[in-house]
């Protein structure tokens, strides 16, 4: 027989659900109502025909060898400030994430939380200008503000994965006598490892694409070249970065794939 209890719990959910549903189409409609859309002057044949030139100038990329090599440093550069901010960005959330768990409340609990949703409500252009300021021009500036938008995502992703993680092992370890860290290092850590190495790999994905955008507020790589080519009309030069920037893009994309796969079988 089915518990009283929980035949009570099913129409509350229901209309939970459904009230959810109703506000979330309501904001929608509302959205589309207040916005300015102007979609017939999107698809019109002027903007149509404008769209087809200014693609077409693109073509063909610039070949030149001497082009190619100065693109695949600047995509190398990329490569290197995307996996070097989520480096420091892992280990800087995993250090904010024990105190930021309840399974690991401490008093610092309220303040790592505060420090994290501000880190990451702070997009990483806004981090870029203000390390620009502090730090010059290149690609220094976009790591560090790679790093700091990126600690404040994994270091809550970190947390969840702590608190969510099944108390038995941990709380076999306090029983025998066995020190916090000991319990971090012995019980939480092994078993939430492959779910945070999974959010990092997936974070260098997202981070791949924001060094790209980073060079345009002129933190190095191949956004900065971009900006460059584009700001003097070199329109085949242009569509050389923004190739290099596809194929990176996919190829990070894959290897991280390929490797979360393989961490979650």
Same mark, same amino acid.
């Given at each position: 027989? #089915?518990?009283?209890?929980?035949?009570?719990?099913?129409?509350?959910?229901?209309?939970?659900?459904?009230?959810? =549903?109703? =506000?979330?189409?309501?904001?929608?409609?509302? %959205?589309?109502? %207040? =916005?300015?859309?102007?979609?017939?002057?999107?698809?019109? @044949?002027?903007? $149509?025909? +404008?769209? !087809? @030139?200014?693609?077409?100038?693109?073509?063909?990329?610039? /070949?030149?060898? +001497?082009?190619?090599?100065?693109?695949?440093?600047?995509?190398? *550069?990329?490569?290197?400030? %995307?996996?070097?901010?989520?480096?420091?960005?892992?280990?800087?959330? /995993? $250090?904010?994430?024990?105190?930021?768990?309840?399974?690991?409340?401490?008093?610092?609990?309220?303040?790592? !939380?505060?420090?994290?949703?501000?880190?990451?409500?702070? &997009? *990483?252009?806004?981090?870029?200008?203000? /390390?620009?300021?502090?730090?010059?021009?290149?690609?220094?500036?976009? #790591?560090?503000?790679?790093?700091?938008?990126?600690?404040?995502?994994?270091?809550?992703?970190?947390?969840?994965?702590?608190?969510?993680? &099944?108390?038995?092992?941990?709380?076999?370890?306090?029983?025998?006598?066995?020190?916090?860290?000991?319990?971090?290092?012995?019980? +939480?850590? &092994?078993?939430?490892?492959?779910? /945070?190495?999974?959010?990092?790999?997936?974070?260098?994905?997202?981070?791949?694409?924001?060094? +790209?955008?980073?060079?345009?507020?002129?933190?190095?790589?191949?956004?900065?070249?971009?900006?460059?080519?584009?700001?003097?009309?070199?329109?085949?030069?242009?569509?050389?970065?923004?190739?290099?920037?596809?194929?990176?893009?996919?190829?990070?994309?894959?290897?991280?794939?390929?490797? !979360?796969?393989?961490?979650?079988?």
């Amino acid at each position: 027989m #089915t518990h009283p209890a929980y035949q009570h719990t099913q129409p509350l959910l229901r209309w939970q659900t459904a009230l959810v =549903l109703l =506000l979330l189409t309501a904001l929608i409609s509302a %959205s589309f109502l %207040s =916005l300015d859309m102007h979609w017939a002057e999107l698809f019109s @044949d002027q903007s $149509l025909q +404008s769209s !087809r @030139d200014f693609l077409a100038g693109f073509a063909p990329p610039d /070949m030149q060898a +001497s082009f190619l090599h100065k693109t695949a440093m600047a995509t190398l *550069e990329t490569l290197a400030m %995307s996996a070097l901010g989520t480096v420091l960005a892992a280990l800087a959330g /995993m $250090l904010l994430a024990l105190p930021a768990s309840k399974q690991y409340g401490t008093l610092l609990y309220h303040c790592s !939380r505060l420090l994290l949703n501000l880190a990451r409500a702070i &997009p *990483e252009l806004v981090w870029a200008s203000i /390390m620009l300021i502090a730090a010059g021009l290149g690609p220094f500036a976009g #790591t560090i503000a790679l790093a700091a938008h990126t600690t404040g995502v994994l270091g809550r992703l970190f947390a969840e994965t702590l608190e969510n993680l &099944p108390p038995e092992n941990a709380q076999t370890l306090k029983l025998n006598g066995a020190s916090r860290a000991q319990i971090f290092f012995y019980a +939480s850590l &092994p078993m939430g490892l492959p779910q /945070m190495l999974s959010y990092t790999l997936y974070r260098w994905e997202n981070n791949i694409r924001a060094a +790209s955008i980073l060079g345009v507020v002129g933190a190095g790589g191949l956004g900065q070249m971009l900006k460059y080519h584009l700001s003097l009309f070199q329109m085949h030069s242009a569509a050389t970065v923004i190739i290099a920037m596809l194929l990176l893009v996919a190829l990070v994309d894959a290897l991280s794939f390929a490797i !979360r796969r393989r961490l979650t079988r």
